[in-house]
């Protein structure tokens, strides 16, 4: 079975400083997707980035991007110009490319000092 | 473009009794999954339905059950309401197959059971 590992509980930065957040995984299979979801205070959980397993290039969007290191099976997000906004939990998740179940981990809180 | 849409928002039951959980999915998405997130975790996968059928199911009992209509929305029922059932609970769309599709997740119906 697939695991979805978030070893930092508990993460805060400066705003408009750079923090990285860590996830690892757990998987025999060669074909899949992670992705980065965020869940403010008001619960609802929003998709910040995907990166799809064969492709080496790691995916980036706006100020979010993602270090995907396929044989060390880890997938970190790291987050620039850190803004009040990004306030959150965030989830690592992992689905294989045949199976529609998404795998999380146990999130990170992100706290921004202003 | 609506989103995905959950009702009710918070729903208070007390053990024993059924409650039924209503999702509708984002426009043009025909596949519904159902997730549990008991209070400080990661969302749990409970099944997923497309075409009115459900095609997967994480390890939850019997007495979770759902449904699927015509018009793609879905229902989540739980018997037999139990004190650890006590979560948010999740529904999230997505197009059945579509490669590397990304499930949408809805705000969340937070249920308490006394």
Known sequence: AQTVTQSQPEMSVQEAETVTLSCTYDTSESDYYLFWYKQPPSRQMILVIR???????????????VNFQKAAKSFSLKISDSQLGDAAMYFCAYRSAGNEKLTFGTGTRLTIIP | DAGVTQSPTHLIKTRGQQVTLRCSPKSGHDTVSWYQ?????????IFQYYEEEERQRGNFPDRFSGHQFPNYSSELNVNALLLGDSALYLCASSLFRARGDT??????TRLTVL
């Open chain 2, 103 to 108: 499930q949408y997740f809805g705000p969340g």
């Open chain 1, 51 to 65: 990166q799809e397993a064969y492709k080496q290039q790691n995916a980036t969007e706006n100020r979010f991007s």
């Open chain 2, 37 to 45: 997130q008991a209070l400080g975790q990661g969302p749990q996968f």
